[in-house]
């Protein structure tokens, strides 16, 4: 098994320049970025991942396949935040457990290519609308947690937010119409009813400049993170653990339905690999523009220090062994 796609990821410049604003706090650098460019960078991502995944669904249609795998990927994006909300709230506040909660409902684009990278090196086909059901994965995790913090937080620690006797069904409408939400939802409707025409005017924007976009965005969550790394260690030993026996639990439960559904070994990879990630690009971008008070000390070292760490080292072998095993 070739491991090279595997540790290529850890020299992508993105992850190098996340590391970098954790050094840059740990020598007590000056080294800032100031807010209103980090809410912009946010901005930018959620318009990126929108976009190119209405440009997915307008060149690979609507086959039955295609169709199961949105369904898939929409569901268990939407509900697996409340089911690690439940463990979550335990010890964590709710915008922290709310927003954790997405995370891992949500994915990582990086995992995800890392996977596609191992395929390839592996000659393993799949279907090139997963990259549409990633796209998916976004917006209905975001919106969940955004349900679990306003529906668990008090009326008076939301900062003017409607009274907590509100229903859910004005929670959802809210959520939904979130600047955050409605700016990827938006953006992925556009991208698939502006088809080819629009990725040919938009490539410059959304293609030739994004990595660098992204590294910026990477520098200014390092810094963020850098400064609040002690509230992970005052979580202690939960907040790792779930970060390593959730997406594991996650991962089991996407082979058994990659398989009951009977998916190609190739999507069954690429499927379980997005319910296994965890976010920490668009949803900690959503959260910090959606909910402020959210501890980003918490939510981006447990994806990005110790899921996606684990996956990319571990877990994509691992699952692609179960698959060989069982298929």
Same mark, same amino acid.
């Given at each position: 098994? *070739?491991?090279? /796609?595997?540790?290529? &990821?850890?020299?992508?410049?993105?992850?190098?320049?996340?590391?970098?604003?954790?050094?840059?706090?740990?020598?007590?650098?000056?080294?800032?970025?100031?807010?209103?460019?980090?809410?912009?960078?946010?901005?930018?991502?959620? %318009?990126?991942?929108?976009?190119?995944?209405?440009?997915? +669904? @307008?060149?690979?249609?609507?086959? !039955?396949?295609?169709?199961?795998?949105? !369904?898939?990927?929409?569901?268990?994006?939407?509900?697996?935040?409340? !089911?690690?909300?439940q463990v979550l709230r335990r010890r964590l506040s709710p915008p922290d !457990?709310?927003?954790?909660?997405?995370?891992? $409902?949500?994915?990582?684009?990086?995992?995800?290519?890392?996977?596609?990278?191992?395929?390839?090196?592996?000659?393993?086909?799949?279907?090139?609308?997963?990259?549409?059901?990633?796209?998916?994965?976004?917006?209905?995790?975001?919106?969940?947690?955004?349900?679990?913090?306003?529906? &668990?937080?008090?009326?008076?620690?939301? *900062?003017?937010?409607?009274?907590?006797?509100?229903?859910?069904?004005?929670?959802?409408?809210?959520?939904?119409?979130?600047?955050?939400?409605? +700016?990827?939802?938006?953006?992925?409707?556009?991208?698939?009813?502006?088809? /080819?025409?629009?990725?040919?005017?938009? /490539?410059?924007?959304?293609?030739?400049? %994004?990595?660098?976009?992204?590294?910026? @965005?990477?520098?200014?969550?390092?810094?963020?993170?850098?400064?609040?790394?002690?509230?992970?260690?005052?979580s202690g030993a939960f907040v790792v653990s779930f970060a390593l026996v959730?997406?594991?639990?996650?991962?089991?439960?996407?082979?058994?339905?990659?398989?009951?559904?009977?998916?190609?070994?190739?999507?069954?990879?690429?499927?379980?690999?997005?319910?296994?990630?965890?976010?920490?690009?668009?949803?900690?971008?959503?959260?910090?523009?959606?909910?402020?008070?959210? &501890?980003?000390?918490?939510?981006?070292?447990?994806?990005? $220090?110790?899921?996606?760490?684990?996956? #990319?080292?571990?877990? #994509?072998?691992? @699952?692609? %062994?179960?698959?060989?095993?069982?298929?």
């Amino acid at each position: 098994m *070739d491991l090279s /796609a595997l540790l290529d &990821n850890f020299g992508h410049p993105a992850i190098l320049f996340f590391f970098l604003g954790v050094l840059a706090v740990f020598v007590k650098s000056d080294l800032e970025i100031p807010p209103q460019i980090g809410k912009f960078l946010g901005i930018y991502l959620l %318009f990126h991942i929108g976009v190119k995944g209405g440009w997915e +669904l @307008y060149y690979g249609g609507f086959a !039955a396949q295609v169709l199961i795998v949105m !369904a898939v990927c929409v569901l268990s994006s939407f509900f697996m935040p409340f !089911a690690a909300f439940q463990v979550l709230r335990r010890r964590l506040s709710p915008p922290d !457990a709310g927003a954790v909660a997405a995370t891992y $409902g949500s994915i990582s684009a990086v995992t995800f290519v890392t996977a596609v990278s191992f395929l390839d090196s592996q000659g393993v086909e799949f279907g090139g609308y997963m990259v549409a059901g990633m796209a998916l994965m976004e917006s209905p995790a975001i919106i969940a947690g955004l349900i679990l913090i306003r529906l &668990n937080t008090p009326a008076s620690d939301s *900062d003017g937010a409607a009274p907590s006797s509100t229903g859910v069904s004005q929670v959802i409408k809210e959520s939904l119409f979130n600047g955050s939400v409605l +700016l990827l939802l938006g953006s992925m409707v556009i991208g698939y009813a502006s088809g /080819a025409k629009g990725e040919a005017q938009l /490539a410059t924007f959304v293609d030739d400049i %994004f990595y660098g976009m992204l590294s910026i @965005y990477m520098l200014d969550m390092g810094l963020l993170a850098g400064r609040r790394l002690s509230d992970l260690k005052q979580s202690g030993a939960f907040v790792v653990s779930f970060a390593l026996v959730f997406p594991l639990l996650a991962a089991a439960f996407g082979l058994l339905l990659c398989y009951l559904l009977g998916y190609a070994p190739g999507d069954a990879l690429l499927q379980t690999v997005l319910l296994a990630s965890a976010s920490y690009i668009a949803v900690p971008a959503a959260i910090r523009i959606a909910v402020p008070q959210a &501890n980003m000390g918490i939510l981006l070292p447990m994806s990005l $220090g110790v899921t996606f760490t684990f996956n #990319i080292a571990i877990g #994509i072998p691992l @699952y692609y %062994f179960v698959i060989e095993m069982v298929w």
